[in-house]
């Protein structure tokens, strides 16, 4: 890989993401107790305006670290709690005849906010599910033949139970595609479980929790991270990783040219958290499993032997080869 470039306008700007970052995970820290890679991670799908999926068993702190994050940001939060009988316009609204005005007016659903909290997203419906495909792609929802464009910035972070099959529906293929990454927190270790119970033991943190980045700073700093420099090689080494997993034999279904885009975008924001103006190998291979492995089907074959995507991933990163300096 060529050396990078001193620019000092970038180390500046990458400076700025900096610190941001760690001012806002400071903050979350406040009320999530040992989890800074996945704070980081959420972090990362923000600075791409991407969506987050958390996934987990119940009970680790899926719904507090999306609320901890909203809370972080001072832009408009909307929780939607997913449900069986949850309705598309429960989501994305509608039109209704004011008898005052004689006119029908809009009526905005919860996904008309910049922070939107999907709660078990498994539990609803694919009908309602679906109404979700134009908004995380598009930023935008349609009702009645109209189009209405959803606030800037726009992010999903959504949580569901993945032991949990009975009343669930799965996310389809076209769904999970438009998550960013996906990140899974997993259990405390016992020192952490019993900091959790003592900062929980009188008050929730979370209650007298501050927002420490705005809206408009929240899209300077995005724009900030499209500036990051990727190298030809690193860039040649991400499409490859992609381009792998349509090659792999207990790979069924392979990443697709969306997740190529998204793990380049989210290499350059890691890289801008880390303070650099530069992506290197490391970067990628941080967030080669988060990006990649949620939107890959394996084949039948290794499903009945219990390979889990992650593996698959992970013998990926290992066989491509990795740009050197």
Known sequence: MDAAPDFQGDDIKTAAVNQAAEKLIQNVEQVIVGKREVITLVLVALLCEGHALMEDVPGVGKTLLAKAVARSLDCEFKRIQFTPDLLPSDVTGLNYFNQKT?????????????????????????????????????????????????????????????????????????????????????????????????????????????????????????????????????????????????????????????????????????????????????DVKTLAGPVLAHRLIVSTEARLRGRAKEAAVEEIVAQVRVPVE
């Open 102 to 282: 004689g006119q029908f007016e809009f009526l905005p659903g919860p996904i008309m906010a910049s922070v939107v909290l999907a709660d078990e997203i498994n539990r609803a419906t694919p009908r309602t599910q679906a109404c979700l495909l134009e908004a995380m792609q598009e930023r935008q929802v349609t009702v009645d033949s109209e189009t209405k464009l959803l606030p800037r910035p726009f992010l999903v972070l959504a949580t569901q139970n993945p032991i949990e099959l009975e009343g669930t529906f799965p996310l389809p293929e076209a769904q999970l595609d438009r998550f960013l990454l996906k990140v899974r927190q997993g259990y405390p270790s016992a020192e952490e479980e019993e900091a959790i119970v003592l900062r929980f033991e009188q008050t929730n943190p979370l209650d007298e929790l501050q927002s420490v980045l705005s809206g408009p700073e929240l899209m300077e700093l995005q724009a900030d991270c499209r500036r990051v420099r990727v190298e030809a090689s690193v860039l040649e080494y991400i499409v490859s990783l992609c381009r792998a997993t349509r090659e792999h034999p207990a790979i069924r279904l392979g990443a697709s040219p969306r997740a190529t885009q998204g793990l380049y975008q989210a290499a350059q924001a890691l890289a801008a958290i880390r303070g650099r103006g530069f992506v290197i190998p490391d």
